[in-house]
């Protein structure tokens, strides 16, 4: 791992609390971070949130152009954004420092089969419960580190995150969407007041939206996804990826999610 702009001291807020806030970004073979702009306003309102004064964005840039030349062609670029050292206990911090991290990694590789038909994905045991910080992409993700745990446990490719009223909300690391008959859904985050609505899901949904698309946004039973056409998962570095099978439910991946598949594999070309 790589970090800008120094090693990290072992009295970083980031590493006893959580204190802090993520982004991960996909980078072309060109070096273009498509999203950036997306990523970028989400990790300052994340620091809003947390009250941890944003780094300016000279700092920024720099972070992104050292990270950009480690990585050297297309992968991925995580951004962390810290409150600094600070003294024993919760209290933050009058003056905080902040740290601005950032490392490099490959992209992840799912089989084009997988793309093409879709992945199993699993329930997972434990619900996802409101939270005061949903929305924001908080460094202390230890529900999904569990989730994921579970996931790798039962063999499965993904797992699926419920309300504590078992309503589907996200997967492990990924948004939810479903197509149904009269249009396309995905769970209202903000009502649920847990997960986080990603970057990828935001330009999914304005494009949808100048397509003239419908795109439903609320909170439904469990078993509503019974009569969906079809199941995608979504993030900024996997893109669109269809589901094939949750549970006892089985799904073919319509055409319509693979035109969204094209469409943001497009933003993506070198």
């Not at 970083?12 to 959580?18: H, I, N, Q, S, V």
């Not at 797992?159 to 969407?177: H, I, V, Y």
Request: hydrophobic share 45%; aromatic share 6%; net charge positive.
């Amino acid at each position: 791992m790589s970090r800008w702009p120094s090693m990290l001291d072992s009295r970083d807020r980031g590493l006893a609390y959580g204190d802090g806030v993520f982004e991960t970004l996909r980078v072309t073979a060109e070096g273009r971070i498509p999203l950036l702009p997306l990523h970028l306003a989400r990790l300052e309102q994340g620091a809003c949130a947390l009250g941890i004064p944003m780094p300016e964005p000279a700092c920024v840039d720099q972070a992104l152009q050292q990270a950009g030349i480690a990585l050297a062609g297309a992968g991925v670029i995580k951004l962390q954004l810290t409150r600094g050292a600070g003294g024993r206990g919760y209290l933050p911090p009058a003056h905080p420092k902040p740290n601005l991290l950032w490392q490099t990694s490959d992209l992840p590789v799912w089989q084009e089969q997988d793309r093409r038909d879709g992945i199993v994905m699993g329930l997972c045991s434990q619900p996802l419960y409101p939270d005061v910080l949903a929305g924001h992409k908080h460094l202390n993700r230890l529900p999904q580190v569990m989730a994921r745990a579970e996931v790798a446990r039962q063999g499965w490719q993904e797992g699926l995150l419920l309300s504590s009223r078992r309503q589907p909300l996200e997967a492990t690391a990924m948004n939810l969407f479903a197509r149904f008959d009269e249009g396309w859904w995905t769970p209202d985050l903000a009502a649920a007041g847990c997960g986080v609505g990603g970057v990828m899901r935001r330009w999914l949904l304005a494009d949808l939206a100048s397509r003239g698309e419908p795109v439903s946004c609320d909170l439904r039973p469990l078993s509503q996804l019974c009569h969906a056409q079809g199941v995608f998962l979504s993030n900024s570095v996997v893109g669109v990826l269809p589901v094939r099978k949750l549970a006892q439910w089985q799904w073919a991946v319509p055409d319509s999610v693979r035109v969204l598949q094209a469409r943001v594999d497009a933003l993506f070309a070198a």
